[in-house]
């Protein structure tokens, strides 16, 4: 099952959010003569290259045209298949909210526009609300470069973005599979994916992907284990002599458990240090407390009081917390 799309940006956009990027999406389009018109709800429809398919809040922006009416026109263009109708350039999604509080005319600004404005100005608008992911941007990008015959170049100043936005996003369809499935899950994680994608090795890239995945480690820490890694990787070739030895005598647990990768192991180690480091500012932070209890001792027996309870309940808690800890300490024993 696909995972769900979801704005990895989300929050609520404010009206003015709504005009400003309107008027970003209008400063795309070339000089048109404009005819204003109010123009029935029946006679528009969508634009014919929308990516979007999934429309949120409609109920909220219903009420508040209700309340507000229109604040910003609707583009349309004439419907080039029926005389008398019209396609949208830009906002659907008020148009839909329009429909739901129950409008029957919409104030447009009407224009001629061609295919390729349509589809220009629909991806900009998509990028500009952050709807589509990475991997999707991506994917539209490369649908105007293969089927539109755009250059990097022009794309970029069609929806006007830099160059090394649109060819950072065509870079992620380069990355393998199992990374591009990581910026769906993470549209968030994308210097983590770049990194991960150095690794020319699925067994060497799946440790970090489930690493990046869980939030165990950050990007300096991926880093770190990719440049090791990669430092590593010529070392690993250089030819060894090959020396027979007598085979240990192992122990049925050591016989079946499965060597880890190196990879796999500075991953272990890193997380461990990173728990480490957490537990001694815990620690540390458990003493600042214990240290503010003390002085609060000197304020009267009542106060005295409220520490004693409250160092109870502590204890108590500590109690539970080495209980939990003595199974785990008798298997490790019976190990030894």
């Known amino acids: ?22 008027r970003d999406v209008a400063s795309l389009l070339p000089a048109k003569r ?25 109920d909220e922006l219903a009420e508040s045209i209700r309340t507000h009416g229109f604040t910003t026109r609707l583009r349309v263009r ?18 839909r909210a329009a429909r739901i509080a129950g409008l029957s005319e919409i104030p447009c600004e009407i224009a001629e526009h061609t295919d390729d404005e349509l589809i220009e100005i629909g991806l900009a608008e998509n990028i500009q609300r952050q709807d589509l992911t990475p991997l999707e941007e991506a994917q539209a990008f490369q649908l105007f470069i293969d089927q539109r015959n755009y250059s990097v170049r022009r794309l970029a100043e069609r929806i006007g973005k ?23 899950e993470r549209p968030d994680a994308l210097r983590i994916a770049r990194e991960i994608a150095k690794l ?11 690493a990046a995945l869980s939030g165990e480690l950050t990007t300096a820490d991926i880093r770190s284990i990719v440049r090791d890694t990669a430092v590593a990787a010529p070392l690993a070739t250089v030819p060894t002599p090959i020396i027979t030895l ?19 192991v500075a ?10 480091r957490s537990l001694e500012r815990d620690v540390q932070m458990i003493r600042n ?4 209890w003390q002085l609060r001792l000197l304020s009267g027996d009542a106060t005295q009081e409220q520490v004693r309870i409250a160092l109870e309940q502590v204890l108590l808690d500590a109690k539970e917390l080495t209980n939990a800890l003595e199974p785990s300490e008798q298997g490790a024993n019976i190990i030894r």
């Open 78 to 95: 004439p419907d080039p298949a029926q005389s008398g109708y019209f396609q949208l350039v830009y906002g659907e999604r008020r148009l």
């Open 246 to 264: 007598p085979a240990p005598v192992t122990s049925t647990s050591e016989r079946t458990s499965v060597p880890q990768s190196p990879v796999e």
């Open 289 to 292: 407390i214990l240290s503010r």
């Open 34 to 58: 404009l005819v204003i018109q109010e123009v029935g709800e029946e006679r528009v429809r969508p634009n014919p290259f929308q990516a979007r398919h999934v429309f949120t809040g409609l």
């Open 1 to 22: 099952m696909p995972p769900k799309r979801k704005r990895f940006f989300a929050q609520e956009e404010r009206p003015e959010d709504v005009e400003a990027r309107i």
């Open 162 to 184: 830099d160059k090394s936005y649109v060819e950072d996003r065509l870079a992620l369809l380069r990355t393998p599979e199992d990374v591009q499935q990581l910026i769906v």
């Open 267 to 276: 991953v272990t180690t890193t997380v461990t240090r990173m728990v480490q």
């Open 200 to 210: 020319p090795s699925l067994e060497d890239r799946r440790p970090l992907i489930a």
